[in-house]
């Protein structure tokens, strides 16, 4: 027996229809990295001043996953035309980097009349950042590490149908010193809210975001659209 489009039964399957396929769209949808970059006037014009990248977390010093990122940062800042070296002794600037991902959310579509709030949830997960420019971001990447989820920041998943599903926020930090005197010279973080969970996938899309148009302007945030994941 075939079911008449006009039917309840059809009607309830073409709804299924639609919410599976907004599901996708979603899952298609690439997600937005918010970017913000502060930057002194002595950060030099790039004319070969030489530069090694060292890890933020002393704990990622050494392994290979985060040669593998640092070496992302490494070829962006030598297209810019500065000039890597391995031995810190010789470089005339140094490069503070790091990454992250926290454990994840359960989040819910957004419905009518949330009010105020819109497609944003509350007024925020605890200090920005999780405190100073110095590092401090909370429990390393192990949950609420605050800052992505203030009151403003696009979570583009809410402009889909879904009802309940994962969602992930990553980011990285960038630190640029003069070797000199250890002047800080930048500060640059770029974080995003994604399903994805894969830092193969998010962390060489933030470094493309942290070096959109690098540096950027001082004291700005912005945001930019980074590629969904091919799966």
């Known amino acids: 027996m075939t079911d008449h489009p006009g039917s309840q039964f059809g009607r309830l399957r073409m709804a299924a229809v639609a919410v599976l396929l907004i599901a996708l769209a979603a899952c298609a949808t690439p997600f937005k990295a918010d970017v913000s970059r502060f930057h002194q006037s002595q950060l030099p014009a790039p004319q070969g001043q030489t530069f090694v990248v060292v890890a933020e977390d002393p704990r990622l010093a050494g392994g290979l ?36 991902i926290d454990n994840g ?11 105020a709030w819109g497609p944003w949830y509350g007024p925020g997960w605890g200090p920005r950042w999780g405190g100073a420019w110095g590092g401090a971001w909370g429990p390393r990447w192990g949950g609420a590490w605050g800052g992505p989820w203030r009151m403003g920041w696009y979570d583009p998943f809410f402009d889909g149908g879904i009802d309940s ?13 003069r ?27 933030l470094v493309e975001a942290m070096f959109t148009n690098f540096p950027g302007n001082s004291g700005e945030t912005t945001r930019i659209s980074v590629a969904p994941e091919h799966k």
Do not use: C, W
């Not at 490494?74 to 992250?100: E, W």
């Open 65 to 100: 996953e985060f040669a593998t990122y640092a070496g992302l940062v490494r070829d962006r800042l030598a297209r810019l035309g500065y000039t890597p070296v391995d031995d810190a002794a010789k470089a005339t600037l140094i490069v503070h980097f790091d990454y992250g």
């Open 105 to 115: 959310r359960e989040r819910v579509r957004s419905t009518p009349g949330m009010g």
């Open 165 to 177: 599903y994962t969602v992930f926020t990553s980011g990285i930090s960038l630190k640029i010193d």
């Open 179 to 205: 070797a000199a005197d250890n002047l800080r010279l930048f500060e640059g973080r770029a974080e995003a809210v994604s399903t994805s969970n894969r830092l193969q996938y998010l962390v060489p899309n």
